[in-house]
């Protein structure tokens, strides 16, 4: 099955980054790179808000245009039927499972990434893909919540990204 890349792995593909092979490797094979809506959102804001340096801003910011430019990459729509599965979904989990664990951030900043990631969840399903994602934890809950609330449709598939 074909994977998504949650912005776990998307973030880290960058020339020496943890995941340049996985770039390289989809190169060599001619085989494309499928990038939800919500990880591109994700993405972008990394790159604006976290602005440290001018001049890694704008290297970081070449690489990220060039690579959204790339032939091999496609960005899968938030949809309607990504939409409506999302809306499901934080219906059910409205809260991010973060257990014993916080993510970085203020409380709205971690709702907002859980939003993010109901998001990427759905395009991926809806698309027809798998997740490939450095948070497994998390997109393993949101893989048994749309196997709970889709009985029968084959359930999201859920990668490990870590390298």
Do not use: K
Request: overall charge negative.
């Amino acid at each position: 099955m074909p994977q998504a890349w949650d912005t776990s792995v998307a973030s880290r593909a960058h020339g020496d980054g943890r995941h340049a092979d996985l770039v390289r490797q989809h190169e060599l094979a001619e085989r494309p790179i499928a990038l939800p809506a919500p990880t591109v959102q994700e993405l972008v804001y990394g790159l604006h808000a976290h602005i440290r340096l001018e001049s890694a801003f704008h290297a970081s910011a070449d690489w990220f245009a060039a690579f959204l430019e790339h032939s091999l990459v496609h960005v899968i729509p938030f949809d309607a039927a990504s939409a409506v599965l999302a809306g499901r979904l934080l219906a059910h989990l409205p809260h991010p499972p973060t257990g014993p664990r916080r993510r970085e951030g203020t409380r709205a900043r971690q709702r907002a990434a859980w939003a993010l990631d109901v998001q990427i969840a759905a395009c991926a399903f809806a698309g027809g893909y798998g997740v490939l994602t450095e948070n497994v934890d998390d997109f393993s809950v949101l893989r048994d919540a749309i196997a709970e609330l889709l009985p029968g449709v084959p359930p999201l598939v859920v990668s490990d990204g870590r390298i």
